[in-house]
Every structure is written in structure tokens, then in C-alpha cells.
């Protein structure tokens, strides 16, 4: 695997990811530690045994997105299109702990921007950690990986301020030397940070719309051409939440949601509220990105996305994103 695939694999953007809920919201429990400490503890737990063979890696990405539902509104009165640049600087640590076994230790930077939605322009910082265990050697044997991170995203309206735990579990194997293939899991635990009075509503007494717990399949396959371009799809299957924003009074939305709460990142027509509700979806999202290399350290990619999400009541939800990137490898 060459050092810009390499980078690629080990990064983790925040943005969205495909999970499966649980379905158990838990009630409101008594003052507990921040989870990021125990997250941390955690990290730091794997720093003792990664101390053979340590290689810093660090990397830059500059993504630009057009998101033709950026909302994920029901109605067409609510949908919001909007185009965004996403800059990640992104670095860590490789450890070679065995012949057979790697171990990482990760960190990222992102700020994103919106062209119109100013509302949701956010900064994120990711810590993380992963070990992954191949069964036996070469290129061909599969590998299972395990890789836990911590998110803290800062949004500029508040709404939307929350950290994310986030632990993914996958096996990998390369079939041939053009063909790969990857299935995973994905848990996530999302905790909001601002469910203070400024953010309450009329509509509910529950604002705490970014609390919930999720879980998530995912799959893909990826093919390498001879000039060392890659073309892959994904497939990610979740039963979880969508944040979707919508005008106020909408008693079908009202009903249908978990919690909901003000917000501050859309503006609404005057005399109106705009409300973001926490609303439980199945999501189907599927995926294409061809990633072709240049110079010794760079690539560009071109990817398209498309979310296909399913509330109950008959309430369905449609997105495409077109995202152009580009990468740079640092060390």
C-alpha cells in the first residue's frame, strides 16, 4: 500500500457517517465525566505496547462539496442547496507492533465553510487510536481492524456543538492485485453540548437533539487500475437519527420527532421559527469516488453520494453530494 492509500485509510473526517441506532434514547442520568476522559484513557492505554518501528505520517485535504439538500428537509418550501470547502489537516503516529500486526495513533483539524448556510459553518478536532491484526503475510491476507476516535465539532450558530465517540470494527482483503474488498460495523455514541434554555422550543420540551447512540453495516469494494487510480463503492446501511431543519409549526414533524430544539443555523422568514428535529430514519447511502494520483505525493478525487432516508409516517428524505478533493501528503 502506497503512502497517499495509506493516509487515505487511516484519516477520519467527521462528517457523516452511516449507523445503525439502537433505538434506546437513555433518560436523563446524573452529572457523569466527560466522555472524552475516558475516551482518552483508553488511547492512551494502546501508547505503551506501540514503541517498535514508530512512523509519523501527516497529510492535507482540501474538499469542496454541492449538497442539494443540505437541510435534509421534507418539504421542497425547506430544502436548502448549498456548496462548501472542507480544509483537514490530518497526522499520527504508525506503529509496526508485529510482522502481522499495525498499530495507529491519529489526530485531525477540519473547518468547514458554506457558501449561503453560514449557520452551520463548524470547526472539529478528532483524536483516535486503531489496531489492526493480519492472518498471516503478504499482500493477500485479510486483515481485521478495530479503530476508536474521539470528535469534538464546534458549529458556528451552537445547535449543532456535540462530541462523538465513534468505535469501527472491519475485515479487509485484496483479491487480486487490481480488486479489494471491505465489510464493517460502526458503533457511535453522540452527546450535545448546548441543551441549555437559549436552545429550547415552544413545540417540545425535549432539545437535546444530538443525544442518541447509533450503530452501522457497511461495505465496499475498490479497484486499482494499472496506473495506480483507484475507483470505489460503498454501500453503508444505518437505522439512526437525521437532524432535519424545518419551519415551524410542523405537527407531522413534531410528531414524528425524538427532540427538537430551535435553529439558529438557518434563517427563517420573519414572524416564523425554523426548528431542527432529531428524527428517527433508516438510511441507505451509496457512493462512488475515483482517486487518481499525481506527483509523488498528491491526488485528486471525484466522488458522488447519494442518501436515501426513510422516517416513519411516510416521511423519506432524498440527497446527492459532488465532492472534488484533493490530497496532499505532508510526511
Same mark, same amino acid.
Given at each position: 500500500m502506497g503512502p497517499l492509500r495509506y493516509a487515505a485509510r487511516? =484519516?477520519?473526517?467527521? *462528517?457523516?457517517? !452511516? =449507523?445503525?441506532? *439502537? =433505538?434506546?434514547?437513555?433518560?436523563?442520568?446524573?452529572?457523569?465525566?466527560?466522555?472524552?476522559r475516558w475516551a482518552l484513557l483508553a488511547l492512551l492505554a494502546l501508547t505503551p505496547a506501540m514503541t517498535a518501528q514508530a512512523d509519523p505520517f501527516a497529510d492535507l485535504e482540501l474538499r469542496v462539496?454541492?449538497?442539494?439538500?443540505?437541510?435534509? $428537509?421534507?418539504?421542497?418550501?425547506?430544502?436548502? $442547496?448549498?456548496?462548501? $470547502?472542507?480544509l483537514t489537516l490530518s497526522g499520527g503516529q504508525f506503529f509496526q507492533l508485529q510482522p502481522s500486526r499495525t498499530g495507529t495513533l491519529f489526530g485531525s483539524l477540519q473547518t468547514t465553510r458554506f457558501a449561503d448556510l453560514s449557520g452551520l459553518h463548524s470547526n472539529a478536532i478528532t483524536l483516535g487510536g486503531s489496531l489492526t491484526q493480519k492472518f498471516g503475510l503478504g499482500a493477500y491476507a485479510p486483515a481485521v481492524a478495530a479503530r476508536l476516535s474521539w470528535s469534538h465539532h464546534d458549529s458556528h450558530s451552537q445547535t449543532r456543538d456535540r462530541e462523538l465517540l465513534s468505535l469501527e470494527l472491519d475485515y479487509s482483503k485484496r483479491l487480486t492485485p487490481a480488486w479489494a474488498l471491505s465489510l464493517g460495523t460502526v458503533l457511535e455514541s453522540s452527546k450535545g453540548l448546548h441543551d441549555a434554555q437559549r436552545h429550547a422550543s415552544l413545540y417540545s420540551a425535549r432539545n437535546d437533539i444530538y443525544d442518541f447512540n447509533q450503530a452501522g453495516l457497511l461495505a465496499s469494494a475498490e479497484y486499482t487500475f494499472a496506473n495506480y487510480a483507484t475507483l470505489s463503492a460503498g454501500y453503508a446501511w444505518t437505522d439512526g437519527y437525521t437532524i432535519s431543519? &424545518?419551519?415551524?409549526?410542523?405537527?407531522? %414533524?413534531? $410528531?414524528?420527532?425524538? &427532540?427538537?430544539?430551535?435553529?439558529?443555523?438557518?434563517?427563517?422568514?420573519?414572524?416564523?421559527?425554523?426548528?431542527?428535529?432529531?428524527?428517527?430514519?433508516? *438510511?441507505?447511502?451509496?457512493?462512488?469516488?475515483?482517486? %487518481?494520483?499525481?506527483?509523488?505525493?498528491?491526488?485528486?478525487?471525484?466522488?458522488?453520494?447519494?442518501? %436515501? !432516508?426513510?422516517a416513519d409516517g411516510g416521511v423519506d428524505y432524498r440527497n446527492t453530494r459532488l465532492r472534488l478533493s484533493l490530497v496532499h501528503i505532508l510526511r
Open positions: 487511516h =484519516r477520519f473526517p467527521v *462528517t457523516v457517517a !452511516i =449507523r445503525m441506532n *439502537t =433505538r434506546k434514547t437513555p433518560p436523563p442520568a446524573a452529572p457523569r465525566p466527560p466522555r472524552r462539496q454541492r449538497d442539494d439538500n443540505a437541510t435534509r $428537509a421534507f418539504l421542497d418550501s425547506d430544502t436548502y $442547496a448549498d456548496s462548501s $470547502a472542507e431543519s &424545518a419551519l415551524a409549526p410542523n405537527p407531522g %414533524l413534531g $410528531a414524528l420527532s425524538r &427532540a427538537l430544539t430551535l435553529d439558529h443555523a438557518v434563517r427563517p422568514p420573519p414572524g416564523r421559527k425554523q426548528v431542527a428535529y432529531a428524527l428517527p430514519t433508516r *438510511t441507505h447511502e451509496f457512493t462512488l469516488d475515483y482517486s %487518481l494520483p499525481f506527483g509523488r505525493n498528491s491526488a485528486v478525487s471525484l466522488g458522488l453520494g447519494r442518501q %436515501l !432516508i426513510e
